[in-house]
Each structure stands twice: as structure tokens, then as C-alpha cells.
């Protein structure tokens, strides 16, 4: 089974409050430094651990192309990364990457790139789910309650029990993937994860595997000291 990996990393970071790109490359979040290297590079390092993993594709805005590739090639990982212009969703991004795949790949994992936190045994984890059944992502069950509101009045509660938390990665045969988007891109439908562009095929069902709540999204700024206390521990566990 030959697995791509997909790194959607071409968002602006609204979220986190500091959209403004810097030389340094410190300033959208996918680049924030975490122990000195950006968010993006620990999340490659990840999936570089990853025997099954044979190429990684990044997506990237097209002012970060430049500047990533020549970390890249400091680091070491020119030749298993490789760099594609992003869009204006995440959806179009991965859309992107997609179309600049080793021809031979099996599987596609798509993953955030900011989310550096992902562990190597859940990631094996959902590539072997996939290679079985064609389509698995990673979830965790939720501690709140949700509700349906419309403004601030609820209108339904959602059973807890039957409800998961949809994380990445998420791994799927590669012909799955591409006709899913293809499907999306003819009815003009945006989601936030590939496994909603796979469901409404209606085709296969997606199977869940639990991950953790380590495997956090950076989104806001407070999730950075959150990060900074995940990557001290997992440096401890070492
Ligand atoms: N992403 C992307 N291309 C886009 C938008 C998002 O590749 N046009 C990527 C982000 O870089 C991130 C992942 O998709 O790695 C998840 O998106 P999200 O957490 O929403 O990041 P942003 O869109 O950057 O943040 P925000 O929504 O706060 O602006
Ligand atoms: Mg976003």
C-alpha cells in the first residue's frame, strides 16, 4: 500500500489574530515556532516517522512557496515533500494537492497542518482501517452537550452517545477521494473535511477510529500555551 500524505497549509489563521505574513515566517499559525521549528515542520516530522508514508504534499498560499521549500532542503526533506499553491478554501487546497500525487498512490491521508500533536500508533491506526475498508477518519467522542439553536434559542439535543468529534487524518483510496471531489466540485459543494465530500457519495461508509484529545487544531491563541505543555511532555515521554 503506497500512502500520500496531504498537509493542507494554506490558511490565513484568522482565529489566531495574526494574519500578517512576516519574513521570518513566524507570523500565520502554521508557521508559529513551537521549541523553535513552525507548527508545520513538527507536523511533517510526524508523518516523516511514519514507515507507510512514502510522499507528503503540502499546500501552501503562494507567498510561503519560496521561503518553505528552502527549509525544506535544509531540514533534509526536499525529496519526500513537495509543495503545491494552495486556494482560497481548505477544501480547494487539498483539491490542489490531489491533482499532484505520485501516480502509484493507493491511499491518500489528508491531515491539518496544525495539528502537530497527531501520535504515530493513531495514524497507522487509521491508514490500516482505510487499507481494509476504503475510508476511515480519526474522531473523539465529545464531553459536552450539544445543542441546535437558531440564534440563542435551542431548537434540539443531539444525543451524545451517537455523536464523534471528526479529527484528522482522514484516509481514503485515492479513486474514492478523487471522484468525491469531483462529485463536490460539479454541485458546487464546500465542507470543512474530506470524509463530508465522501459520505454524500453515498458509496462506502466511512469508518471512525478513536484518536485523542491531544490532537488538538491550533486555532486560537490559546491554544499555543496548550501546545507548549503537549510538546514538553511528549519530549519528556522520549
Ligand atoms: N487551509 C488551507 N487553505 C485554506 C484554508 C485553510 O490549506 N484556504 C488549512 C489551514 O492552513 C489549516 C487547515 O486547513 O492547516 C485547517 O484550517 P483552519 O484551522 O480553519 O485554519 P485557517 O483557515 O488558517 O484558520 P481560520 O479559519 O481561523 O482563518
Ligand atoms: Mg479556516
Known amino acids: 500500500m503506497k500512502v500520500a500524505v496531504i498537509l493542507p497549509a494554506a490558511g490565513l489563521g484568522t482565529r489566531m489574530g495574526r494574519p500578517a505574513a512576516e519574513k521570518t515566517g513566524t507570523s500565520r499559525k502554521q508557521f508559529m515556532l513551537l521549541d523553535g521549528s513552525p507548527i508545520l515542520l513538527h507536523t511533517i516530522r510526524k508523518f516523516v516517522a511514519c514507515p507507510a508514508v512514502e510522499q507528503i504534499v503540502v499546500a501552501l498560499r503562494r507567498e510561503d512557496l ?63 482501517e482505510a487499507a481494509e475498508t476504503g475510508a476511515a477518519i480519526v474522531g473523539i467522542v465529545p464531553v459536552d ?77 490559546s491554544d499555543m500555551d496548550l501546545a507548549r505543555l503537549f510538546l514538553e511532555e511528549e519530549r519528556a515521554a522520549r
Open 145 to 221: 452537550t450539544v445543542k441546535q439553536v437558531r440564534r440563542n434559542k435551542i431548537h434540539g439535543t443531539l444525543p451524545r452517545e451517537r455523536l464523534i468529534l471528526a479529527q484528522t487524518p482522514q484516509v481514503f483510496r485515492l479513486p474514492l477521494l478523487r471522484q468525491a471531489f469531483e462529485r463536490a466540485r460539479e454541485d458546487g459543494f464546500t465542507a470543512t473535511d474530506e470524509s463530508s465530500l465522501v459520505e454524500r457519495l453515498e458509496q462506502i461508509e466511512v469508518s471512525v477510529v478513536l484518536g485523542s484529545d491531544r490532537n488538538i487544531k491550533i486555532t486560537k491563541p
Open 66 to 128: 519560496d521561503w518553505v521549500a528552502e527549509m525544506l532542503r535544509r531540514e533534509g526533506l526536499a525529496g519526500t515533500v513537495s509543495l503545491v499553491e494552495g486556494g482560497d478554501t481548505r477544501q480547494q487546497s487539498v483539491d490542489n494537492a490531489l491533482h499532484n500525487l505520485p501516480p502509484d498512490t493507493d491511499l491518500v491521508a489528508v491531515h491539518d497542518a496544525v495539528r502537530p500533536f497527531i501520535d504515530l500508533a493513531t495514524i497507522e491506526k487509521v491508514i490500516q
